[in-house]
Structure formats: C-alpha cells, structure tokens
C-alpha cells in the first residue's frame, strides 16, 4: 500500500470507518478517515471529547476492528504486528497494578506470556528506570507516587518491548501543569533521541503544537478528518520551539479556527 515510499508508513488509513458493532446496528465514530504517518514523525491528534481519538487508537493497536476501509500499521495489518511489541500504548491513567512494584510494572508485559526474565530485560528495565527520573522508587508501590511518576513509570512499561510505533492517549491529561510541560520536555527529548514514531492524543491547543511537528485535527458528530496542520515550519529542526514565541501562538490560533468551524 506505501505506493513511492521506501520504507513503510508507520501508518497508513484509507477510506477507513471506525465505530462499535452492536446487536442490530453498528454506531459508526470516525468516518472516512485518510491518514499518512511517516516513520519517526510525532503526530499529535487533536479534537473534542467523543470524537474518536480513543477509537482510532484503539484500532491501530488492534484493540478494534474497523467497520471497513483500509489501515496498515508499518506496512501490516494491525494484527499481523501484533503480539511483536511494535507498538507501545500509554493511556490516561497509567494502569498501573497496584500490588506490583514500580520494577514489577515496568517488566509486566514480558511477565505475561512465555518470556522469561533474562539478563538483557532486567538491564532495560533499569535502564528505562534511570531515563525516567524513577532509579530511587523501583521498589516502590504506584499508591507511593505522584501522579507523574505513574505516568513516567506507564511509559517506560511502553518502552520496553523498543515499539517502533507509540500511541499516547491524553498520557499527561489528568497532570498539572507544572508537571505536564516537565513531562513534554522529557518526551521531546526521548522522541530525538530515538526517533520513534508518535501518535499523541490531546484535547489541548497548547499541548499539541509544543509536542507535536503535525498536528491532526478531529471533529465530532461525525467523527472526522477536518485538518492537517504542519508545524515544522516554526520549530527548529529537533522540534524546538518557544511556548511564548509569537508564531507558535499563531499556530495555536490556527487550530483553534479549525476546530471552531468544525463544530
Ligand atoms: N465500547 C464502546 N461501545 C460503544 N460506543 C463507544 C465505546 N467506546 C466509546 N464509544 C463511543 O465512541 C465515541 C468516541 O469515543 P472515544 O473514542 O472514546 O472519544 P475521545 O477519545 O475522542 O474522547 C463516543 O461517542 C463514545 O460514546
Ligand atoms: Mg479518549
């Protein structure tokens, strides 16, 4: 399906329809939804509540079948990767198990199924520990934790497996915000360095522009595609900008109209 391109999309929908299958009819949540994701590119996906964000997610993780069209996932069916930890998922709330410890949690997909603990996967789970600010809580339960540890400890469980593929829903949503702008800088930083690519749900403006180099954004009622908004144009070349810098306030305005004449 990457027509041109030399390497596959990371993502690629056509003509897809996404909703939940009911006993008698089927209620359809995003409709006709194009998409293209390049490798590497950190998209956020911007929209009201209801109007599908999860639901996409949830159907490039092969969580949910699509009603119909198309949806490749790094040139495969989403369940054709699945199982292979290509792709990594962050929710909201960090869903963590609360009688494991923080090292407990971070191991848990590899705990669940036929892998054993080896030597490599301890190291990376201490390694993601000390790249997440977390070393000194390894032993600790999430009920000791602020809320952005358990965020960070949610996100270094995703990075275990290496995903060449990571999906955030509203990751740092229930966070203040002193809290949320520290952890879109440690994610800024961990997205240059290994240049995986993002799929970044928000309902912010704000949050959206500063992360994301493209942001995609959804209306509801029907659920769609209403814009496509570049921001590289006003960052720098890792993704850099200013929150307070003049043209990062246009772009915010920019989406703002967007969603404003979609709903
Ligand atoms: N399991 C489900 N069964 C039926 N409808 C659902 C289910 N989950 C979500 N929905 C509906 O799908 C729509 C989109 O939900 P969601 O993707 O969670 O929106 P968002 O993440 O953008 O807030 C909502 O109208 C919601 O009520
Ligand atoms: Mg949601």
Redesign the pocket.
Known sequence: MSGVHSTPLAIEARKLEI??R?EHTD?T?LTGLDLEVETGQFVCIL??????????L?VVADLLVPLSGQISVLGETPHAIRGRRDVGFVFQDAALLPWRTVRENIRLPLAVGRHSLTREVADKTDELLAMMGLSAFADRHPHQLSGGQRQRVAIARALLGEPRVLLM??PFGALDEITRDRLNDELLNLWRRTRTTILF?T?SIAEAVYLGERVVV?A?NP?RLVADIDIRPVKDHGNRCLREDPAIIAKMAELRQALERAS
């Open positions: 909703g939940y009911g209620v949540v929209g009201p509540s209801g109007c599908g964000k999860s639901t996409l949830r829903d509203e749900v309902h959804l509801a659920g």
